[in-house]
């Protein structure tokens, strides 16, 4: 079946596999259509009004991007099931986002605390979510548990080591998480922070 292509502002063309559409076409991830990613920054600055979809796609695009050049440049060093998981690490990073993104995510302002990575684990292990079901039909029980493991950022699951490469991709001072909101609130809030070029990051690794 032929990937979907999604235009995106920053990236431009994201191609995206079937299986993982399906993801994306959850009501859980569609969900993230509501959460700007900035929060009440558009107050200030109008046009900032992009969401935590756009940018987890980025993310997602980004890891994608990097763990082909990976495989391209080092042949071997990492297989396409760990890259597929890497790539839905990027994806789902962001699934358990509250509200207003990170401004409720304060003992202060919100009595039943929990970290939005705390409520997104939960949307993804559950069996009555949507998107629960699908990632559970799109992976097996063994690979599930390990992209939780490379989201967590441990070293190791089942046995199996997971190189740390592949966690930093996804959080790291340089994952693709904050390539892509480096990029994306630039072009959204005409702040001047300097130049950041990805392609030239990536061809540098």
């Known amino acids: 079946m032929r990937e ?5 502002e920053i990236h431009k063309d994201i191609l995206v596999p079937f299986h993982h559409a399906r993801i994306i076409d ?11 990613q900035l929060s009440t920054c558009e107050y200030v600055f109008p ?9 987890s796609l980025g993310a997602y695009h980004l890891a994608k991007k990097l763990t082909e050049l990976i495989q391209e440049v080092q042949p071997g060093m990492i297989d ?8 839905l690490a990027a ?3 962001d699934i358990g986002h509250p509200p207003y ?11 039943t605390f929990y970290s939005h990575e705390h409520w997104g684990r939960l949307l993804l292990e559950s069996t009555e979510t949507e998107i629960g079901s699908v990632v559970r039909e799109i992976l097996s029980e063994n690979r ?10 441990k070293d190791e699951f089942a046995g199996e080591a997971i190189p740390h490469f592949m966690k930093e991709i996804v959080a790291s001072q340089l994952d693709v998480d904050r390539m892509d909101y480096l990029v994306r609130d630039q072009a959204n809030t005409g702040a001047q922070i300097g130049g950041f070029d990805i392609d030239r990051v990536f061809r540098a690794l």
């Open 4 to 8: 979907r292509v999604i235009r995106d």
């Open 26 to 36: 959850t009501k859980e991830f569609q969900r993230l259509r509501s959460i700007q």
């Open 47 to 55: 046009a900032a009004n992009h969401n935590r979809f756009s940018h």
């Open 80 to 87: 396409d099931d760990d890259a597929e998981l890497v790539q």
């Open 91 to 93: 994806l789902l990073h």
């Open 101 to 111: 993104s990170h401004l409720l995510e304060t003992p202060r302002v919100f009595a």
């Open 144 to 153: 599930l548990g390990r992209l939780f493991a490379i989201m967590d950022g």
